[in-house]
């Protein structure tokens, strides 16, 4: 499967999208999240991290001003925001290959900002279409973004 669409009427609900990824979800895989400020990016990932077995104790935030952060579960999360980040070098300084070619998961927010979408497993744009629902677009990129796709679709 290459496309899929999902629509959310209330922010447990984006949450329980994200933990449905969070569970199947396997290494090595690149997650691009694009949507305006308040769609639901950090709510989707801090779904995905409660699905990857990340402790409650240690909550999943956006990483606005550290740009990137390491949440431990079942697989490792690479958490990035590059809201303040314009050009692709500026990822290199991060250490961005290690991490998104790694042992672990990257979910990248703000992600239309650089043009990543050659690294990519799937990219989910977020719509907003009223203060709670969410229109949740989600396009595969390799064989690791089809699947996930395939088995969310069922």
Same mark, same amino acid.
């Given at each position: 499967?290459?496309?899929f669409q999902?629509?959310?009427? +209330?922010?447990?609900?984006?949450?329980?999208?994200?933990?449905?990824?969070?569970?199947?979800?396997?290494?090595g895989?690149?997650?691009?999240?694009?949507?305006?400020?308040?769609?639901?990016?950090?709510?989707?990932?801090?779904?995905?991290?409660?699905?990857?077995?990340?402790?409650?104790? +240690?909550?999943?935030?956006?990483?606005?001003?550290?740009?990137?952060?390491? +949440?431990?579960?079942?697989l490792?999360?690479? +958490?990035?925001?590059?809201?303040?980040?314009?050009?692709l070098? %500026?990822?290199?300084?991060?250490?961005y %290959?290690?991490?998104?070619e790694?042992?672990g998961?990257?979910?990248?927010?703000?992600?239309e900002?650089?043009?990543?979408l050659?690294?990519?497993?799937?990219?989910?744009a977020?719509e907003c279409?009223?203060?709670?629902?969410?229109?949740?677009?989600?396009?595969?990129? %390799? %064989?690791?973004?089809?699947?996930?796709?395939?088995?969310?679709?069922?």
């Amino acid at each position: 499967m290459q496309n899929f669409q999902i629509t959310t009427s +209330h922010p447990s609900e984006t949450l329980a999208l994200g933990k449905k990824f969070g569970e199947i979800v396997q290494r090595g895989t690149v997650i691009l999240l694009n949507g305006p400020l308040g769609a639901g990016k950090t709510c989707f990932a801090q779904g995905l991290a409660a699905g990857l077995g990340v402790p409650k104790t +240690h909550p999943v935030t956006s990483p606005s001003y550290s740009l990137m952060n390491i +949440h431990c579960g079942r697989l490792p999360l690479y +958490h990035f925001d590059l809201y303040r980040l314009s050009e692709l070098e %500026d990822l290199d300084e991060l250490g961005y %290959d290690e991490f998104a070619e790694g042992s672990g998961v990257a979910v990248i927010e703000w992600a239309e900002r650089i043009d990543l979408l050659s690294e990519a497993s799937l990219e989910v744009a977020i719509e907003c279409l009223d203060e709670n629902r969410r229109r949740f677009t989600f396009v595969a990129y %390799d %064989d690791r973004g089809r699947q996930l796709l395939e088995l969310i679709a069922v």
